[in-house]
Each structure stands twice: as C-alpha cells, then as structure tokens.
C-alpha cells in the first residue's frame, strides 16, 4: 500500500451529503453534496485502542465495493431534464423524507439538492408520493429516453416547519444524534477506515427503523451498494459505539464502516452495509 494516502478535504458548499471519489469511482448513494478534493497528506498512522473497532486497510476498504462498469463521465448526447410540477403539499413527513430534508433546517445555510440515481420502481415511487411534495424543484434526468435520476431542492417553507416539529418531538432521534453540532467544521488529515464490530453493539430497535431499512434495502442494499451519510459533531471515541445512530443502524444492518480524520478524531462517514 502507498506509504502517501491520498486524503479528502472535505469543503462545504451548503450541503451535508457524501460523494467519495478516491482510487475508482464510488457510484452516488444519494447524498451527493460534499465535493471532495485529493490531497497528498504525510501523516503516521494512529492507533486506536477501543476493542469494539477493527482497522480497516485501504485494500480491505475497497474491497467491500463492487467494481461497476460506469467510468462516472457523463453522457451529453441525448440528455434531457424533465421538470415535475410540485404543487401538492402533504401535512406529515415520513422517517425517510425526515432523514433527508432534517439539515436544511438544523443548519441556516445548508440547501439539499438530493440525487437518486437508477431507482427501483418502488424506491420511485417511495420518493414521488414521500418527498417530492416537500421539494420545490424536482427533476428528472433522462439519457437517449432512459430515465437515469431523479433531484430533488429547495424544501418548502411549510416543510421545514413540519420538520421542526419532528425534531421538538424528538421524533426519529436518530437524526439528532447525526448532527450534534450547530455547524458542521472543515479539516485536512490522513483518513483512516475502521469496522465496528456487530456483536459489540446493543441494537436499538426504534418504530422508524422499519421504513428506514427498507428504503435502504431498496435503494441500496440490494444493488450490493452502501447507503453513505455524513454526521456532525462526532468523535471517535469510547462513548461512540452508545450512539442512537449507530445502535439504530445496527438493529438491521450486515456491517458500519467509519471514515475517520485522524487529525482531529472526527468522523467524517458512515458506511452502512445490509443484506441485499
């Protein structure tokens, strides 16, 4: 393995979602916001000494991915952006749209533009009857008249009320638990992957987790690929494994996978791996 690890710095452009490009291309698992830039870092490996983890190299790390045929260079001939009309609003807001559109309200600036590439009928229609009356512009991208994703931005005033209500009632606390801090911090280090352990977690079986895990199931698991979220505010630390997230997560997920920041400790990623 290279002794110079190519690292990300992960910088802010109003979004909190996840999009790794290092070595081979990593398809987008829906959150799409971050843009990363490589970066030779020279830095030693740190140690961890919490037992309830396991280092992962960076061959180890890649090897839970499927190689995919897509080189990620986009197909202009026959492009063509299909505006759908959202004029309808709904009263309530599922786990699945809570999850999604909770940032654009914990955090002033932040403005989610969400990607969903090659859906499953039943992921589309989760996304058309759950999220898209929340959203103000949705669209859908099609490739020679093949429908390839579909964006979603700009939540709806009513919406983000809607989701503040959910987070005063504490509704999904898992969500809570993934934003921790009133702003998420940039920084530069040498990235670091580690496994937890299954069987050191207590899971947390929580009434949303149902829905949270079949959308996952749908939308990820079965096309063999992580469902990829980016908290803020973590550490890694002892009390970590505790968290609602991970023990929530852990009520049906095969294997969570860590991105650290060894430089400061902070967890920049969570890789969720479920049976497909």
């Not at 759908?84 to 533009?113: G, Q, R, T, W």
């Not at 709806?156 to 898992?174: H, M, W």
């Not at 280090?189 to 069987?199: A, D, L, V």
């Not at 997230?245 to 991105?259: D, H």
């Amino acid at each position: 393995m290279r002794n110079i690890l190519k690292t990300l710095l992960i910088v802010i452009s109003g979004g909190l979602g996840f999009f790794l490009r290092k070595y081979k291309r990593r398809r987008q698992n829906g959150w799409t916001l971050y843009a990363p830039l490589e970066q030779d870092f020279v830095a030693e490996p740190k140690e961890y000494t919490f037992k309830w983890i396991e280092e992962l190299n960076e061959e180890q790390f890649d090897s839970l991915f499927e190689e995919s045929d897509d080189d990620g260079e986009l197909q202009i001939n026959g492009l063509e952006f299909k505006t759908i009309k959202s004029a309808d609003s709904l009263n309530e807001m599922s786990e699945i749209c809570f999850l999604y559109a909770a940032p654009d309200v914990i955090y002033e600036d932040h403005h989610s533009a969400l990607v969903f590439q090659d859906v499953t009928p039943w992921v589309l229609e989760i996304i058309m009857m759950e999220m898209v009356p929340h959203y103000k512009v949705v669209k859908e991208l099609y490739i020679e008249d093949k429908f390839k994703e579909i964006q979603l931005s700009d939540l709806k005033d009513e919406s983000k009320e809607l989701a503040k209500g959910l987070i005063s009632q504490k509704f999904y606390p898992v969500v809570t638990d993934l934003y921790r801090n009133n702003q998420p911090l940039d920084s530069i280090g040498r990235i670091q992957y580690f496994s937890i352990k299954k069987e050191d977690v207590t899971p947390l079986f929580l009434k949303e987790n149902d829905g949270i895990h079949q959308f996952m199931k749908n939308n990820n698991f079965k096309h063999n690929k992580p469902f990829v979220i980016t908290p803020v505010g973590w550490k890694l630390d002892e009390n970590l494994k505790d968290s609602i997230a991970i023990r929530s997560f852990y009520s049906f997920a095969n294997q969570i996978v860590l991105v650290v920041n060894t430089f400061d400790d902070s967890v920049r990623a969570i890789f969720i791996f479920g049976e497909n």
